[in-house]
């Protein structure tokens, strides 16, 4: 059995260990190293450091649309994706015998495309899952093979849903190859009235737009949580926003209508309350540019005892 494996952030790490244990992987296809952080570190994905470990040959394509040779060459029974990063051609989906899958971050047909761990958590789901499903050359098109469902906690930040779906992503693959290799395994044509996009992260979503509920804002920074991450702006300085803690409160409401969402209504010990249309948001870890993270009894007790001050403007 000749696999080609493709993939590369965390998500896809225990994936790949999991199919060459038990199959072995001939091929690793993952996105080029990159330049990190303020030094220019040149840094792997963490699917090649992982695939270096267990031996197996790497090919990082700058374009795989023109440059795909080296997988073909592969002889491929099947390709296996997972978050790989990159639209692969025709010409490669359709050359394996048993096809090629990919291991979705959604209940497909819901959230189609590149962010659908962040948009989950952003629009307020309760629930998302895996799905294995054969590729097609339109985004996230093809049949479906098998798909599995987890909660989505009101804690859930992307990060640590990623790692969750990441290990449902594993098991539920492990279970439906011998599936797929005996040819025993289903195939549903995915209903193409209940399609959803989500689309990858934009910079200008970054900002945190304090006319949204409390569950809107708090929801929007757990799904930009570890990264990108969100920030607010104050004496045109930008702050991260790392983590809050959402309090819906309708007597608070009435005390404080007259003021401005994004207003600074109150500095707690451990937070710093903002207004919003129907509550507060309380700021519980922040960053300053250059600077690392702190809890707020942190800051406040440093810079942000003179830049943060009750009835202050968060933009």
Same mark, same amino acid.
């Given at each position: 059995?000749?696999?080609?494996?493709?993939?590369?952030?965390?998500?896809?790490?225990?994936?790949?260990?999991?199919?060459?244990?038990?199959?072995?992987?001939?091929?690793?296809?993952?996105?080029?190293?990159?330049?990190?952080?303020?030094?220019?570190?040149?840094?792997?994905?963490?699917?090649?450091?992982?695939?270096?470990?267990?031996?197996?040959?790497?090919?990082?394509?700058?374009?795989?649309?023109?440059?795909?040779?080296?997988?073909?060459?592969?002889?491929?029974?099947?390709?296996?994706?997972?978050?790989?990063?990159?639209?692969?051609?025709?010409?490669v989906i359709d050359y394996p015998k048993f096809g090629s899958i990919n291991v979705h971050g959604s209940l497909l047909p819901l959230l189609r495309g590149g962010a659908p761990i962040q948009r989950?958590?952003?629009?307020?789901?309760?629930?998302?899952?895996?799905?294995?499903?054969?590729?097609?050359?339109?985004?996230?098109?093809?049949?479906?093979?098998?798909?599995?469902?987890?909660?989505?906690?009101?804690?859930?930040?992307?990060?640590?849903?990623?790692?969750?779906?990441?290990?449902?992503?594993?098991?539920?693959?492990?279970?439906?190859?011998?599936?797929?290799?005996?040819?025993?395994?289903?195939?549903?044509?995915?209903?193409?009235?209940?399609?959803?996009?989500?689309?990858?992260?934009?910079?200008?979503? %970054?900002?945190?737009?304090?006319?949204?509920?409390?569950? %809107?804002?708090?929801?929007?920074?757990?799904?930009?949580?570890?990264?990108?991450?969100?920030?607010?702006?104050?004496?045109?300085?930008?702050?991260?926003?790392?983590?809050?803690?959402?309090?819906?409160?309708?007597?608070?409401?009435?005390?404080?209508?007259?003021?401005?969402?994004?207003?600074?209504?109150?500095?707690?010990?451990?937070?710093?309350?903002?207004?919003?249309?129907?509550?507060?948001?309380?700021?519980?870890?922040?960053?300053?540019?250059?600077?690392?993270?702190?809890?707020?009894?942190?800051?406040?007790?440093?810079?942000?005892?003179?830049?943060?001050?009750?009835?202050?403007?968060?933009?």
């Amino acid at each position: 059995m000749n696999i080609v494996f493709m993939g590369t952030p965390e998500f896809s790490v225990g994936i790949l260990e999991a199919v060459h244990k038990k199959y072995g992987v001939n091929l690793v296809v993952t996105q080029p190293d990159k330049l990190v952080g303020r030094k220019k570190i040149l840094t792997f994905s963490p699917v090649k450091e992982k695939a270096l470990k267990l031996g197996i040959s790497v090919f990082q394509p700058d374009k795989i649309k023109t440059n795909y040779d080296a997988i073909l060459e592969v002889n491929p029974d099947i390709i296996i994706t997972a978050a790989y990063g990159q639209i692969i051609p025709k010409i490669v989906i359709d050359y394996p015998k048993f096809g090629s899958i990919n291991v979705h971050g959604s209940l497909l047909p819901l959230l189609r495309g590149g962010a659908p761990i962040q948009r989950a958590i952003q629009r307020l789901h309760n629930i998302t899952g895996i799905t294995i499903m054969y590729m097609t050359y339109k985004m996230d098109s093809g049949d479906i093979i098998s798909q599995t469902s987890i909660p989505i906690l009101k804690t859930d930040t992307s990060g640590i849903l990623f790692k969750k779906l990441s290990v449902v992503g594993k098991d539920l693959l492990m279970d439906t190859l011998p599936k797929i290799f005996n040819r025993t395994n289903i195939r549903k044509i995915q209903d193409e009235h209940l399609i959803t996009y989500a689309y990858n992260l934009k910079r200008e979503e %970054e900002k945190i737009n304090w006319d949204l509920s409390v569950q %809107e804002i708090d929801a929007h920074i757990r799904a930009f949580t570890p990264k990108p991450t969100c920030y607010t702006t104050i004496d045109s300085l930008n702050l991260k926003v790392l983590s809050v803690e959402p309090h819906q409160c309708d007597s608070f409401m009435d005390s404080h209508s007259h003021q401005q969402n994004g207003t600074i209504i109150k500095i707690f010990e451990n937070g710093i309350g903002v207004k919003c249309i129907n509550g507060v948001i309380k700021i519980t870890a922040v960053q300053l540019a250059g600077k690392t993270k702190q809890d707020v009894k942190t800051f406040m007790n440093g810079v942000g005892r003179n830049l943060i001050k009750v009835d202050k403007l968060f933009k």
